[in-house]
């Protein structure tokens, strides 16, 4: 068999083909013998039909089958001997008659895996979120458990203000006539919280109880129902009565209830907390960084494959996610197609950064031991909290262990890099307006 070999890009090869006679007839006999054994034509019994009679009835699926068995075989022969880091399966451009007697032509064309060499990753200038916490955070923080313990009672007083829970009767109009849906008894709405529509609270706010009042507001143009959309309307409301919400004490009773002996020790767990959650947003913050400055430095032009296979893994773990939540696709208003329109970019930034990566691992010969994913698997047994025979387990099949083994990569080379870098650390105001500023 003769293969010629032809770069049409850095991503794409074509292969010319040319199949010797004996073996395009010996693909054309395996064809046919596995088809004589279970063909049934009338007159003949099983395993005894002619060659020719299956040839004038079968003639064009055997040609389909061996052409199918051919191109795959030669393919597969094809890019072992030329160590084709194929992406994608062929696809055939051209090819000539395939015929009994005759040697068979073909071309075909193929995606292939880019050859990255990574250029410009030392000492890359980088900025990074300083992280501070100041008190202001810990008291908001405290603030809303302070109110998911809140309790509701009716309310001494007789004037409603900006943070009670009005009960009010209302009855709503448009052009002096009622709409559909606009009238409720008894409805408890939180003064404040705007969720009702704009400028509807803000005028229940000073009501005495018993009070009944016109209150004038607009529906917003983006409003859900489009018959209201847009239009003034008249809402006749009545405030029945007055509720607010007593708030407990932030003392060590309460800090007990968190599970904690005192207020300061509740204080230094929620710093704790507010730690944990700042220093990672601020790493992957800065991973994003650093793979803007490698794509940047090393342009690669990317086959539609790989894109491809990455929309398709990512749209999978979203699947995956959503129906152990009880959801489809389309509960978010989308669909697999425009799933794909939506983060192909982000896709195509993935599988650059992974290429780019791996090419620098290479390069550093920075490599994982079995001593190195043996202490990373203890770390997710010790931070999971998961049975350790689990955890075992779970990585126990080859493409789990894989993915652990690239995840873990992925860090050593960020690790490097971030000891190469020179990293200016600056406050989140500073940083958001250098990002302003890029964009």
Same mark, same amino acid.
């Given at each position: ?13 074509? !292969? ?222 009545? !405030? ?53 400055? !490698? ?27 959503? *129906? ?25 930034? *993935? ?65 490097? !890099? ?22």
């Amino acid at each position: 068999m003769n293969i010629k070999v032809e770069d049409i890009s850095s991503i794409k090869k074509k !292969l010319s083909f040319e199949i010797p006679i004996e073996d395009v007839d010996a693909e054309f006999g395996k064809a046919y013998n596995k088809l004589a054994k279970t063909a049934k034509v009338p007159g003949f019994r099983p395993g005894k039909v002619p060659r020719s009679v299956l040839e004038r009835q079968y003639g064009g699926q055997i040609e389909g089958q061996v052409f199918e068995g051919l191109v795959s075989a030669s393919f597969f022969k094809a890019i072992v001997d030329n160590k084709i880091d194929a992406v994608s399966p062929p696809e055939v451009i051209d090819n000539g008659s395939l015929k009994i007697g005759q040697p068979f032509v073909y071309e075909a064309e193929v995606e292939v895996r880019p050859a990255v060499e990574a250029k410009n990753y030392v000492g890359l200038e980088l900025k990074k979120e300083s992280f501070v916490v100041d008190d202001a955070e810990v008291d908001a923080r405290l603030a809303e458990m302070r109110k998911s313990k809140a309790k509701v009672a009716t309310s001494e007083r007789n004037v409603a203000q900006v943070g009670d829970i009005a009960v009010i009767d209302f009855e709503g109009f448009i052009d002096g006539e009622a709409f559909a849906h606009g009238k409720a008894e008894g409805h408890h709405l939180e003064l404040g919280s705007n969720t009702f529509i704009p400028g509807f609270e803000d005028q229940v706010a000073g009501l005495e109880c018993g009070q009944c009042k016109d209150i004038e507001v607009t529906f917003p143009e983006s409003y859900g129902n489009k018959d209201l959309a847009g239009k003034p309307a008249v809402f006749k409301v009545c !405030l029945k009565e007055i509720k607010e919400q007593v708030l407990p004490e932030l003392d060590d009773e309460f800090a007990k209830e968190a599970g904690l002996e005192s207020m300061a020790d509740l204080r230094a767990k929620i710093l704790e907390s507010i730690a944990s959650q700042e220093a990672e947003r601020i790493e992957k913050d800065f991973h994003e960084r650093m793979t803007d400055a !490698l794509i940047e430095a090393n342009p690669i032009e990317l086959p539609e494959s790989m894109v491809e296979s990455q929309l398709d893994y990512m749209l999978q773990n979203l699947q995956n996610r959503m *129906q152990a939540q009880g959801m489809r696709l389309e509960d978010m208003g989308i669909n697999a197609e425009s799933f794909k329109k939506i983060y192909r970019e982000i896709a195509a930034k *993935q599988v650059k950064s992974s290429l780019i990566m791996e090419a620098i691992a290479i390069q550093e010969n920075l490599k994982i031991d079995e001593d190195e994913i043996k202490d990373k698997l203890d770390e997710i047994i010790e931070t999971s909290g998961a049975p350790k025979e689990a955890v075992i387990n779970f990585y126990s099949s080859d493409e789990k262990r894989r993915g652990l083994v690239s995840q873990m990569a992925e860090e050593k080379v960020v690790a490097f !890099l971030s000891g190469k870098a020179k990293i200016e650390m600056v406050d989140k105001q500073s940083l958001d307006q250098a990002q302003m500023a890029e964009e």
